[in-house]
């Protein structure tokens, strides 16, 4: 509008010049110049000037807050891709934990199942062992049937799960199995002649229990045949006596010459 108005007043001065021009020459001392278009002119100018100013300003600061707007969607755009990826991750994590937890309840399935089973195995195999101690050639037979003993009290104990008792019965093979390679030495006490005496026990494997006093008096050896103690000839003292020294480790590994039964 204002610039249609300002067009309007271009051509009224246009038109008004000639008139002047002709007054002018019709007598220049009676001709007044009217400024007052000429200053509305000057003056929508100036306005019209400084409102393209103001929208430059406007223009300027769009153009700023475009370029805020554009870094910040890249921000935007960079931690929608770390998301992205990060999402990725986790859902791989999560099948792989999924998968874990699946297995984990297939083996706790199993392990119910190998618990209702455990329980007789564990009754086999301490029958087996009892026996197996009973029928065998008796040294350390407090300590061992006192093991046993303990296994067995632990069987009616709610206290104790079913792994630590199965891992006690596995324990206490361990240890018979153990007890039929070398040699060992203990001290006891047995009954020789009648008399109540001290005597150092030397048992080689499960092959051979031998027995000599202190004073190396007497030597005797267990008979599996008779399940008893007998005496042993006076060539055996000197070898025993030998063999209780290398059991203490008191003397090097060296063969003896040994009252062993025949295996059956």
């Known amino acids: 509008m204002k610039y249609q108005h300002f067009k309007k007043h271009m051509y009224t001065s246009l038109l008004v010049a000639p008139v002047i021009l002709n007054i002018n020459f019709a007598s220049s001392q009676d001709t007044v110049i009217d400024t007052s278009i000429l200053d509305e002119i000057s003056a929508e100018s100036a306005e019209i000037f400084a409102m393209g100013a103001e929208m430059q300003v406007q223009i ?21 891709d770390g998301l ?7 859902r791989r994590t999560i099948s792989e934990q ?18 209702r089973q455990i329980a007789p195995l564990m009754e086999k195999m301490m029958v087996s062992l009892e026996s197996f101690v009973s029928l ?3 040294f350390q037979i407090e300590e061992r049937q006192d093991r046993l003993n303990t296994i067995r009290g632990t069987f009616d104990d709610s206290s104790v799960n079913v792994a630590e008792k199965f ?5 206490a093979y361990q240890i018979e199995n153990d007890y ?13 002649g009648g008399i109540e ?40 003292r000197r070898p025993i ?18 009252p062993i039964s025949a295996p059956e």
Do not use: C
Not at 107 to 114: G, P, V
Not at 167 to 171: A, S
Not at 217 to 235: C, I, M, P, R, Y
């Open 197 to 236: 005496r001290d005597v150092d026990l030397l048992r080689v494997g499960r092959v051979a229990l031998l027995y000599q006093t202190s004073d190396q008096n007497s030597t005797g050896a267990w008979d599996k045949s008779t399940n008893q103690w007998v005496a042993l000839d006076d060539d055996y």
């Open 60 to 80: 300027n600061q769009l153009s700023d807050e475009a370029s805020e707007l554009t870094f910040e969607f890249r921000d935007q755009a960079k931690i929608v």
């Open 167 to 171: 891992r006690l019965v596995l324990q």
């Open 136 to 138: 065998d050639i008796p």
């Open 180 to 192: 039929g390679r070398g040699i060992a030495h203990y001290t006891d006490t047995l009954e020789i």
């Open 84 to 90: 992205e990826i990060y999402n990725a991750g986790m």
């Open 241 to 258: 006596a030998l063999g209780i020294r290398m059991a203490q480790q008191l003397e090097t590994t060296q063969l003896l010459d040994l």
């Open 98 to 115: 999924e998968r874990t937890i699946a297995e984990y309840d297939e083996s706790i399935a199993q392990a119910a199942e190998l618990q």
